[in-house]
């Protein structure tokens, strides 16, 4: 029997402990979390509430409770060496180094990696740490985006038509970053359909799982200010509608060649997840970014339909024998929709924005899966937070039957709560495949 410890306290970490605590190895769940999770407390032996930055706090944990492996669920404590300070313990994790999750934490490094070692997809882009030669090189772009370079909770991203129309505007907003970052990234813009392909990485071998499409912008029809994804589908092929079987090979090419780079570059194996955020163009796929964990949402579309053991396959991942292993996903639809408070993504003085601070209640979710991510459990009842709420995933044979269990889970919550009803719907759906059919002119 394993002890396992898990960092994270979102939905995302609610869906990881789940797939833990589903193994046959029968382990015992231990979670060190930034802010009580019900549902991560309610399937661990113990929990430790802390900073994701007082590393001393999570390794005196780990070695408290013999912990055998550690799972990392989110950036920011892989961002500040968790992985480092476990390994000195003597603790293996499913995370990568404070070095290699620069893959996510510096967009600038991955891009130049791509560059240096061939490896398609990369935009024409340029890093810069003064505004020396941003105005020329802008000129060179059809369309525009700008990328602080470091963690931006995924808001971050500058995109010309949705953030700022024209380049005059760009110019100001690198000076803008370049305040508060130490480099920005000035790219091309791409015309196509977005896809999140996670893959389970012990340094050599890459597995690709279920490919998902997540909706970042906070209203039905795509419109309003992106957030950190407000719902994702996948379907029971594992494809996308929108996609061919050429986009998934070349997504799963670059993210194999990426983890030789990493290694080439770094000597030492990439062991985690490696999630590819990829746009399918005109001129094939083009990757746009990297993170070094798994999706929120998207890890809720995936885990669920997981039929090979999850702590066997972490334990494949730590040994870097992934080859040995056969790794099946149950061939069903999903559609997760995130409530959220109201005033999620709106401005301060908007009057919905006081509704991150109410009480919500949970009801019968009937066939759909719940996940806890920002809700505060108090003694007399359960509050929001200013984030998201609550992750409502609906499985199915078909995606429209998924999205109607959805539909009626998210219902069960009372309270001043949001959601997006066109996640999964044929009409959304369709709108993509046109765009590409366009694009590709097919």
Do not use: W
Not at 70 to 84: C, F, I, K, M, Q
Not at 119 to 126: A, E, S, T, V
Not at 220 to 226: E, R, V
Request: hydrophobic share 35%; with cysteine; net charge neutral.
């Amino acid at each position: 029997m394993s002890n396992i410890l898990l960092v994270g306290n979102g939905a995302r970490e609610h869906a990881i402990a789940e797939a833990i605590t589903r193994s046959r190895q029968n382990p015992r769940l231990f979670s060190f979390m930034k802010a009580n999770n019900p549902g991560i407390a309610s399937l661990s032996e113990k929990i430790k509430i802390g900073s994701y930055s007082d590393l001393d706090a999570i390794a005196g944990f780990a070695k408290e409770n013999k912990i055998d492996f550690a799972v990392v669920g989110p950036e920011d404590p892989l961002n500040n060496g968790v992985v480092d300070k476990l390994a000195k313990s003597g603790i293996s994790s499913v995370g990568p180094t404070k070095s290699l999750a620069r893959l996510e934490t510096s967009k600038s490094f991955t891009r130049n990696l791509v560059n240096k070692y061939n490896i398609l997809g990369n935009p024409k882009y340029k890093v810069f740490e003064v505004m020396d030669g941003v105005e020329k090189f802008l000129s060179e772009l059809e369309g525009i985006v700008l990328k602080p370079d470091g963690l931006t909770g995924g808001k971050g991203v500058l995109v010309q038509g949705d953030h700022f129309s024209t380049r005059q505007e760009a110019v100001e907003l690198c000076a803008r970053i370049l305040k508060d970052s130490a480099s920005v990234i000035v790219e091309e813009k791409f015309d196509g359909e977005e896809f999140s392909l996670q893959c389970l990485c012990d340094g050599v071998t890459v597995v690709g799982t279920p490919l998902v499409q997540d909706h970042k912008r906070r209203f039905d029809g795509d419109k309003g200010p992106n957030t950190g994804g407000m719902g994702s589908y996948s379907m029971p092929d594992h494809s996308l509608p929108f996609l061919q079987p050429s986009d998934v090979e070349q997504g799963l090419e670059i993210t194999r060649q990426m983890a030789a780079a990493l290694l080439k570059e770094t000597g030492s194996p990439y062991k985690g997840v490696m999630y590819g955020g990829f746009i399918a163009t005109k001129d094939g796929v083009k990757l746009l970014e990297y993170n070094a964990r798994f999706g929120d949402p998207e890890a809720m579309n995936i885990l669920p339909l997981l039929k090979t053991d999850f702590v066997e396959i972490c334990q494949h991942i730590i040994d870097g024998t992934l080859d040995k292993l056969k790794i099946e996903f149950e061939h069903k639809a999903t559609v997760c929709k995130y409530v959220v408070p109201k005033g999620y993504g709106l401005p301060a003085d908007h009057p919905d924005a006081a509704s991150s601070k109410s009480k919500i209640e949970v009801g019968d979710v009937g066939k759909a899966r719940l996940y806890y991510s920002s809700v505060d459990k108090k003694e007399d009842g359960l509050y929001l937070s200013s984030s998201r709420a609550i992750g409502i995933v609906g499985i199915a044979d078909t995606l429209d039957e998924a999205r109607k269990i959805a539909e009626e889970g998210v219902k069960a919550i009372k309270g001043p709560v949001a959601y997006r009803e066109d996640i999964g719907t044929q009409t959304l759906i369709q709108k993509r495949i046109n765009h590409m059919k366009n694009i590709r002119k097919e």
